[in-house]
């Protein structure tokens, strides 16, 4: 299994590509996997991170696990705060190559569907 790390976070699967013009990442591959100290999400078909929109989606047999609680669905959407309103004043805010494709503690909404 490749892995790709911030910090924080490692997503795994075999390729990833990431369009630096539309910012946006796509990982695909077996066992699709994203590890951060306080979750650990799934899917079977792709994980992607739009960076300019600030979501991230975990498609096909898509689960998130956080401590006691596990959350199952055919796609997973995660959205991001807004960093640039979220940043105290005299910090640069998060950018894609700072912040976490899953976002940990940044989530400010997710969305199940399927």
């Not at 078909?45 to 739009?50: A, G, I, K, N, Q």
């Not at 956080?66 to 979220?86: G, H, I, P, S, V």
Request: charged share 20%.
């Amino acid at each position: 299994m490749n892995g790709c790390a911030t910090k924080s976070t490692t997503a795994y699967g075999d390729h990833g590509v990431y369009d630096v013009t539309k910012g946006v990442a796509v990982l695909t591959g077996k066992d699709l996997k994203l590890v951060s100290p306080d979750q650990t999400v799934t899917a079977t078909d792709r994980m992607e991170y739009h960076a300019n929109e600030r979501l991230a989606k975990a498609i096909g047999n898509a689960t998130v696990v956080r401590a006691k609680d596990t959350l199952k669905a055919n796609t997973l959407t995660a959205y991001f705060k807004d960093e640039a309103a979220a940043a105290p004043a005299g910090t640069a805010p998060a950018t894609p190559a700072n912040s976490p494709l899953g976002g940990g503690g940044n989530i400010d909404r997710l969305e199940a569907d399927g």
